[in-house]
Each structure stands twice: as C-alpha cells, then as structure tokens.
C-alpha cells in the first residue's frame, strides 16, 4: 500500500471510477516522501479482479458486475443465469460477489458450485440484487440460476363444520429440486395467519381451525428478498349444520309452544265440556 499524501490528492481528479476502483493520473509525485506500507488484509481475499459482462436475456441486454480473487476463465450466459469458470491457488479461499439488475431476474436466485447447491449471502438496492460467496480453490464451476418457485397447496378437506379444523399441506419447488428450509407464510382470505418452514423434501403442514359459515381462500406464500411467490388457492367451505343454525332452534321452539298451547286448550276444552 502506498500512501500518497491528502494535498497530493486534492489537487487532482480520478480519470475512471467504477463501483469497485478509482484510476487517478498524478504528476511529479515526491517520491521521497511517499510511503510504504504493508497491512493484513482482513477479508482473507486478495487480487481483485473485476468485470463487467454484459449478457442478454430474453432478448433484452444486462450488465453483469463480477468481482472475484479467483482467476476467471470464462463466462457464459445460460437461459436463466450465468456459467462462470473459475481456477485459483488450490486450498486457498476464493470469493466472488455479483451485481445483478432485477430486471433481468425471473424468479428467485440460486447459487450452485460443480451443480451442487452452494450458500451464498444474498441482498438487494433499489435496482440490483447482490450475490456474495466463497468457496475453496481449485477450477470450478459457479452457476447462478434463477427460476420462479413452484408451491403446490391442498387442503385435506373442502367442507367441514364451522368450529372445526382443516389440515393444509404443501411443498416448495424449484427447479424441480425441493426447497428445503423455506419460510413459507399460509394465507387465509389472502391474509398471513401461519408461518412455516419447509422440510428437507420442500413439504410443509398445519391446521387452521375456520370460525365462520362462509367459503374461504386459502393459499401460501414464499418471499425471496423483495419478491413473492404464491400457489394456486384452494377453497374451502366452513358450515353450520341444520340442527345448530339459529333459526333452525327458533323453529323447534316455536313449534313446541304451538304444540304445548295446543295440547294445553284442548285439555281446556275438554274439562270445560265436563261441567
């Protein structure tokens, strides 16, 4: 690291800038009285090597920022992603962040390393999302992949009793894979009322018990950073049975009074008739 001192600096304007460096242009620089230095780095990465492909999906052109310390052989653009080769010192850390504009994401995004499925940190700006991972050197290659989840929802049963419960189950998945890990979130009339993760086979399962005579909507809900994904809703209707509905009881009442007045005239009647 050189050390170049704030005056010098001042006096002059980088040439380039770019998200990850500054090119500046100086003259005359005392050479005497710059400075050296050695410092650790902290991040355990070094030999940034930065690029900017530009690639092109569903025939509109994106620009793809790369920043990686792993030498990178070669990138290729997939239907729904990107191929990147990379090679480094085997053994050591290699990592790589990406910038991605949303526009050019369909789906939610996956990262996978020699097609096994590597964890990334992942997040998202106004207009791009950030990629973020590590990996140990050797040649590799990284794909990052992005596809709108599939989330199949059922309900155990369409028709119960008001009061009572329905068991809702389902399963996530991407790429034909299951998403295990998943926070999915069941909706009930298109309102969250359960959160839940997903299993190692991407299934998830709970009950909802359904408090109203009415038909209801229910369905979940997958977020991946700024976007979600729903399933197809399932219906199912909640009622009272005969027997308990108000009107049905006012009924019976009504009835036995009539019954009772009745029987209690015609005793009436009959003793009167006797004197």
Sequence with gaps: ??????????????????????????????FRRLKIEVSKNPWRVADLNYTEYQAEFKGVKHVIEIASNSTID???????????????KAGT????????PKSAVDGMILTMI??????????????????????THSQKTIKILWERP?????????????????????????MERPLEG?????LLDKVAVKSLTTGADGSFRTTL???????YEINARYRFLDREFCGEPVEVSAYTPLYQKPWFIMM??????????????????RTLSRI
């Design 93 to 100: 850390l290699g990592a790589m962040n990406l910038t991605i």
């Design 74 to 88: 070669s990138i290729k653009p997939l239907m729904n992603g990107l191929e990147i080769m990379v090679s480094g």
């Design 114 to 135: 020699d097609d096994k499925p590597l964890k990334a940190e992942m997040g998202a700006s106004e207009e791009r999302y950030w990629i973020y991972m590590t990996y």
């Design 209 to 215: 018990k359904l408090e109203e005579e009415k038909t």
């Design 150 to 174: 599939e989330i199949a929802v059922d309900a155990a049963e369409r028709r119960i009793r008001v009061g009572e419960e329905v068991e809702v189950s389902g399963r996530v998945m991407v």
């Design 182 to 186: 998943a926070k999915v979130e069941i």
């Design 1 to 30: 690291m050189i050390r170049i001192s704030p005056e010098i600096l001042a006096a002059a304007k980088p040439i380039k800038e770019t998200r990850y460096s500054s090119t500046w242009e100086l003259f005359n620089l005392p």
């Design 252 to 269: 019976i009442i009504i009835v036995v009074v009539l019954i009772a007045a009745a029987l209690i005239i015609w005793r009436t009647r």
